[in-house]
């Protein structure tokens, strides 16, 4: 039997595959189910100064396997979300707190409050594609980025994360920005769009939204690749996932660890398990006995 | 989203409007779709009719669910589905247990076999009482205007309740959870159908979590084996932005 385990800045995963932020993890008890179906990590979803409704429904498009949403960054603002880290902690497992903000003064009073309900790392959110004046537009500015990460890493013990956008230029230079983090994870969704042509409308209400699920896996695994090459990072890859091949593929692409989120849409909860089970025998048959044997293996 | 024109509309009370229409699709009972008006938003409703024609009940709340009570027919709306699990329905005599709105999930059960307790606040707002013969009806209004005077869990002190082999509940939460404690202490079996803030409907946003389980995937239709010590059912849930609140039911 293969070894699943494996770690991410210090944090001991019991396997590779974490939950991705965004995606059933709003409410403590769901994150416990998820826990207990298999995942090593959970990443809460983002939360910011303030609560937020966002964006009124439509809020997702079912495109295929893949999904298209402008959920809006909607969370009940960090003073309120305690009480789901409190429960989601009752596993034993990890729990990153994903956060947002625009500026580096609130990102660090986030983070702070994070490590403060027991969160294991901080995850920062530079990266959603469809709220103005948060995720992208923090996330395509370097210098921005640079005194994010530098002012929050000064603050805080645990490690950082940084989560980044696919819809920038030169994903090498904002990630070059963001070098102090302890690794990156890589990629958020892509910004996109659905169009009803019986209603000869948008579907989503923000109009614009960010592809997930299956679509995005070939951008996400050149992404990690490439970042991988060049800066030699720790890398969390995530974008797709859906299948224990999806997983290994991002592992060899350099990732230590991997997140699933759309793939719940379709395969439900028990995708963890399922993942794990398969990704062992593949290890055991292709001669790997460590995760580590595989992280990066395919750089040329 | 799939184009739907409204066939024939009918009043049931009210603010309270059904909705007949052609889709060419298999639903079960306890299913729902979601609802979306351009321009004004998308909601979650169950199905009233699920053979041809079907229908949707709708009780004017908000902007999207009025609307749809203003609809006439000729008009067109989208949605998506069919979602959730629906009632796992089992031969011989059932009770129906309804509430407001949510008679509409539970009026595709009603066969020859099956009684119904019908509440909600006042007389005016009582639905689908035209759907069952007289001696299969029991009526429970909270201000006593019509039928038994009080909630139904209360009415149920009144019933024999030994001789449903099984009994299906929708309506408002905190109905259901009282519904849920009188019929555990009676062993009953008994499924529910719940509703909590629906956003995405595929169970990816969390937003209809009770403790653990997604309504609109898992449910929303649960046993009352599976409410019972649910750590949420009946004591908290989330609101449109993730904050918790408390239904203050304990
Ligand atoms: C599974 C299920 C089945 C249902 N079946 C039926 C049925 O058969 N018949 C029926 O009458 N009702 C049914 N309902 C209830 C129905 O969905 C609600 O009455 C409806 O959502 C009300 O929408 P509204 O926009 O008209 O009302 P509002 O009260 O104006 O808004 C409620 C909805 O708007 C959105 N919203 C609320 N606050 C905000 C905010 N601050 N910012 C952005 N968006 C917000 C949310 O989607 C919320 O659910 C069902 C609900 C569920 C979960
Ligand atoms: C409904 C939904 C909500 C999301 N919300 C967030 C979020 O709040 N913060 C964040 O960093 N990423 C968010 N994401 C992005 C995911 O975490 C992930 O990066 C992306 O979906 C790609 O992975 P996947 O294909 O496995 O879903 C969200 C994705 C989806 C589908
Ligand atoms: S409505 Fe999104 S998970 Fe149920």
Redesign the interface.
């Known amino acids: 039997m293969a070894d699943l385990s494996t770690s991410v800045a210090g944090i001991r995963l019991e396997n590779p595959l974490m939950l991705a932020s965004g995606?059933?993890?709003?409410?403590g008890?769901?994150m416990?189910?998820v826990i207990?179906n298999g995942a090593a990590a959970v990443v809460t979803?983002s939360i910011g100064l303030e609560?937020?409704?966002?964006y009124?429904?439509?809020?997702?498009v079912?495109y295929g396997d893949s999904?298209i949403?402008a959920?809006g960054l909607?969370?009940?603002?960090i003073d309120?979300f305690a009480?789901?880290i409190r429960i989601a902690k009752k596993a034993g497992r990890p729990v990153i707190g994903s956060i947002f903000a625009s500026d580096a003064e609130s990102f660090t009073k986030l983070g702070m409050k994070m490590q403060e309900y027991g969160c294991d790392a901080v995850e920062l959110n530079l990266s959603c594609p469809h709220v103005k004046g948060f995720g992208l537009e923090v996330g395509s500015d370097p210098d921005l980025v640079e005194e994010i990460v530098t002012e929050l890493k000064s603050k805080i013990k645990v490690p950082v994360f940084a989560k980044l956008s696919p819809n920038v230029s030169d994903m090498i230079e904002i990630a070059k920005a963001a070098e102090k983090a302890d690794a990156y994870v890589l990629i958020n969704t892509v910004k996109a769009m659905k169009i009803?042509i019986?209603?000869r409308?948008p579907?989503l209400?923000n109009v614009y939204g960010g592809l997930s699920g299956p679509a995005i896996k070939p951008v996400g695994i050149r992404y990690v690749y490439e970042v991988k090459k060049e800066t030699g990072k720790e890398i969390i890859g995530v974008g797709g996932i859906t299948t224990y091949e999806d997983a290994i593929e991002y592992i060899m692409a350099g990732a230590s660890a991997v997140q699933i989120?759309?793939a719940?849409?379709t395969k439900?909860k028990s995708i963890f398990r399922d993942v794990a089970s398969k990704m062992n025998t593949f290890m055991d048959d292709e001669g790997f006995s460590r995760i580590q044997d595989m992280v990066g293996v395919a750089i040329r | 989203?799939i184009?739907i024109v409204a066939e024939k509309v009918r009043d049931e009370a009210k603010n309270v409007r059904t909705i007949f229409f052609r889709w060419d699709q298999e639903v079960r009972a306890g299913q729902f779709i979601?609802v979306?008006l351009?321009?004004l938003?998308?909601?979650p409703m169950s199905l009233s009719y699920i053979g041809t024609p079907k229908a949707i009940t709708v009780k004017a709340y908000g902007s999207v669910s009025q609307a749809l009570v203003d609809m006439q027919p000729g008009q067109e709306f989208?949605i998506?589905g069919p979602y959730g699990n629906g009632f796992q329905i089992d031969p011989g005599r059932k009770l129906l247990i309804g509430g407001g709105s949510g008679m509409a999930s539970l009026l595709p059960i009603a066969d020859s076999e099956t009684d119904a307790i019908i509440s909600a606040k006042t007389k005016d707002e009582l639905i689908f009482t035209d759907r069952f013969p007289e001696n299969r009806i029991f009526i429970a209004t909270d201000d006593g205007s019509a039928g038994f005077h009080g909630f139904p869990h209360e009415l149920l002190d009144k019933l024999d309740v030994s001789v449903y082999r099984k009994i299906y509940v929708c309506g408002p939460e905190p109905m259901l959870y009282r519904v849920m404690q009188k019929l555990s202490d009676l062993n009953a079996s008994a499924e529910f159908s719940l509703e909590r803030t629906?956003?995405?409907?595929?169970?990816?946003?969390?937003?209809c979590?009770v403790?653990?389980?997604?309504v609109c995937?898992q449910g929303p239709v649960f046993t009352i084996e599976q409410l019972r010590g649910n750590?949420?059912f009946g004591i908290s849930r989330?609101?449109?932005?993730?904050?918790?609140v408390f239904l203050n039911m304990k």
């Open positions: 995606i059933l993890d709003e409410n008890y769901t416990l189910d207990a979803k609560e937020r409704n966002g009124s429904a439509p809020i997702i079912e999904l949403n959920v909607s969370n009940p603002g309120n009480d789901e009803d019986r209603a409308s579907i209400t989120g759309t719940l849409y439900g | 989203m184009k979601m979306w351009p321009g938003g998308e909601i989208y998506r629906m956003k995405c409907g595929i169970g990816i946003c969390d937003s979590s403790g653990g389980l997604q995937k750590p949420e989330t609101t449109y932005s993730g904050k918790r």
